[in-house]
C-alpha cells in the first residue's frame, strides 16, 4: 500500500480533505473551485425554470411550481416515491410526459410514475415509470398503487371531473405514507357544471366542497356536538394549503388536544 492510500486509510477521506485545503492556504494556492455546472444542472434548483424547459403548463399557464418548490423543497434530495395521475397529452400519440421529466430532474433520488388512461409508455425511462390506469375505478387505482408501494407524494393532475377527484381521492389519501404530500390541481373545474362541477359554492358533490370539508375536520376537537366520531380524513390531515387552483395536504396524526371543556365550562358542567 502506498504512503498515500495509508494515510488516507488512518485519517478517513474528510480529514484528507481537510488537511489538502490546510495545504493549500499556506502554500499560497488558491482553493480549487467545483466548476460551474450548465444546462440542466444549472436550473436544476429552480421548479420554474424547470417547468419552463420541459414546457409543462405547472408554470405559464398555471403558477403551480412556485408552491411545489416551497412544499416540496425539503425532498429535493431524498429517495421516494411521486405519483402523478394524469400524465398530458390526451390521446395524441407521442404527446405527454412534460412533469415526470421535470419531476425526475428536480428530484435527482426520487422514483417517478405516472398514471394515465391513455397508453403513455413511451415516456418511460430510468427512474420514470408509467402505467394504464381509470381514476375513476378504485380497483385500478389500487392495482397501481400496489405495483408502487410506499406512496410518498400523490399528484391529481387527471380528468379533473369532481366525481374522479373523489373517487381518486377516498382510495389513495389513505395509502399515502404518515408524512406524505397529496396535491389536487386545477380545482377550478369544481365550479364548472360542463366539467361535473356547481354554480353552487356549497353543493357537497364537487371537489371543493369535498377540500373545504376537510378544513372542518381539522379541527374536529373542538367540535361540540355529542358522540361526533372523527373520520379517517379528520384523524390524519395536520395542515392544507390553499392557493389558486391548487391544494395542497399534508398527512400526520392530528390529535393535539383541545381546551374547550375550560373555555366552555358552563356547557360541560351538566356532563
Same mark, same amino acid.
Given at each position: 500500500?502506498?504512503?498515500?492510500?495509508?494515510?488516507?486509510?488512518?485519517?478517513?477521506?474528510?480529514?484528507?480533505?481537510? *488537511?489538502?485545503?490546510?495545504?493549500?492556504?499556506? #502554500?499560497? !494556492?488558491? &482553493?480549487?473551485?467545483?466548476?460551474?455546472?450548465?444546462? %440542466?444542472?444549472?436550473?436544476?434548483?429552480?421548479?420554474?425554470?424547470?417547468?419552463?424547459?420541459?414546457?409543462?403548463?405547472?408554470?405559464?399557464?398555471?403558477?403551480?411550481?412556485?408552491?411545489?418548490?416551497?412544499?416540496?423543497?425539503?425532498?429535493?434530495?431524498?429517495?421516494?416515491?411521486?405519483?402523478?395521475?394524469?400524465?398530458?397529452?390526451?390521446?395524441?400519440?407521442?404527446?405527454?410526459?412534460?412533469?415526470?421529466?421535470?419531476?425526475?430532474?428536480?428530484?435527482?433520488?426520487?422514483?417517478?410514475?405516472?398514471?394515465?388512461?391513455?397508453?403513455?409508455?413511451?415516456?418511460?425511462?430510468?427512474?420514470?415509470?408509467?402505467?394504464?390506469?381509470?381514476?375513476?375505478?378504485?380497483?385500478?387505482?389500487?392495482?397501481?398503487?400496489?405495483?408502487?408501494?410506499? *406512496?410518498?407524494?400523490?399528484?391529481?393532475?387527471? #380528468?379533473? !371531473?369532481? &366525481?374522479?377527484?373523489?373517487?381518486?381521492?377516498?382510495? %389513495?389519501?389513505?395509502?399515502?405514507?404518515?408524512?406524505?404530500?397529496?396535491?389536487?390541481?386545477?380545482?377550478?373545474?369544481?365550479?364548472?357544471?360542463?366539467?361535473?362541477?356547481?354554480?353552487?359554492?356549497?353543493?357537497?358533490?364537487?371537489?371543493?366542497?369535498?377540500?373545504?370539508?376537510?378544513?372542518?375536520?381539522?379541527?374536529?376537537?373542538?367540535?361540540?356536538?355529542?358522540?361526533?366520531?372523527?373520520?379517517?380524513?379528520?384523524?390524519?390531515?395536520?395542515?392544507?394549503?390553499?392557493?389558486?387552483?391548487?391544494?395542497?395536504?399534508?398527512?400526520?396524526?392530528?390529535?393535539?388536544?383541545?381546551?374547550?371543556?375550560?373555555?366552555?365550562?358552563?356547557?360541560?358542567?351538566?356532563?
Amino acid at each position: 500500500m502506498s504512503i498515500r492510500a495509508t494515510v488516507k486509510s488512518v485519517l478517513g477521506e474528510k480529514n484528507v480533505r481537510v *488537511l489538502r485545503r490546510v495545504k493549500r492556504r499556506f #502554500s499560497g !494556492r488558491p &482553493p480549487v473551485k467545483p466548476p460551474k455546472p450548465t444546462g %440542466l444542472d444549472a436550473i436544476s434548483g429552480d421548479l420554474n425554470k424547470l417547468a419552463q424547459h420541459f414546457k409543462t403548463d405547472k408554470w405559464g399557464i398555471h403558477r403551480y411550481t412556485q408552491h411545489y418548490q416551497r412544499h416540496l423543497g425539503h425532498l429535493k434530495n431524498e429517495s421516494f416515491n411521486l405519483l402523478e395521475i394524469g400524465i398530458g397529452g390526451y390521446n395524441r400519440p407521442g404527446q405527454g410526459g412534460a412533469s415526470l421529466r421535470m419531476w425526475k430532474q428536480f428530484f435527482p433520488k426520487a422514483r417517478i410514475f405516472g398514471m394515465d388512461i391513455q397508453d403513455k409508455s413511451f415516456v418511460d425511462e430510468d427512474r420514470i415509470t408509467t402505467f394504464i390506469g381509470d381514476q375513476s375505478d378504485p380497483t385500478s387505482l389500487n392495482t397501481v398503487a400496489d405495483k408502487i408501494g410506499d *406512496l410518498d407524494v400523490i399528484i391529481d393532475d387527471g #380528468s379533473h !371531473r369532481s &366525481p374522479h377527484v373523489l373517487t381518486t381521492f377516498a382510495t %389513495l389519501f389513505p395509502r399515502l405514507k404518515d408524512g406524505g404530500i397529496y396535491i389536487v390541481e386545477d380545482t377550478q373545474s369544481s365550479y364548472w357544471p360542463e366539467w361535473q362541477g356547481s354554480e353552487d359554492l356549497e353543493a357537497a358533490h364537487t371537489s371543493m366542497g369535498m377540500l373545504k370539508r376537510l378544513v372542518d375536520g381539522l379541527n374536529y376537537e373542538e367540535f361540540v356536538t355529542e358522540n361526533y366520531q372523527p373520520t379517517y380524513t379528520d384523524l390524519n390531515i395536520v395542515g392544507m394549503h390553499f392557493y389558486h387552483n391548487l391544494v395542497i395536504i399534508e398527512k400526520g396524526r392530528n390529535a393535539e388536544g383541545t381546551n374547550k371543556r375550560s373555555a366552555l365550562k358552563q356547557r360541560y358542567a351538566k356532563s
